[in-house]
């Protein structure tokens, strides 16, 4: 099954996500088939970016959102 979820960058104490299409079997943070967006919490107001076209393909062939990614994609398509 092919999964959206993040991928833990940055360092200690400093999050930086990466919002990637990977297979669910696969580690947190190993391989991703693609990068989608991206995501800083410690970022102030609109932390994130990411390609809702390239969402909504992954998703019509069923690919499976996290729930983080999904709360991050219902708030781009209410920005748009």
């Given at each position: ?10 360092s ?7 919002i990637v ?25 609109v932390?994130?970016?990411i390609?809702?076209?390239?969402a909504?393909k ?23």
């Amino acid at each position: 099954m092919v999964a959206i979820r993040l991928n833990r960058q940055g360092s200690k104490d400093r999050p930086f996500y990466k919002i990637v299409v990977v297979d669910s079997r696969d580690r947190r943070d190993g391989d991703f088939i693609e990068q989608i967006g991206t995501y800083n919490p410690m970022a102030e107001g609109v932390n994130y970016t990411i390609d809702v076209e390239k969402a909504d393909k992954w998703i019509s062939n069923g690919a499976q959102p996290s729930e983080t990614v999904a709360s991050i994609i219902k708030k781009a398509r209410a920005a748009k």
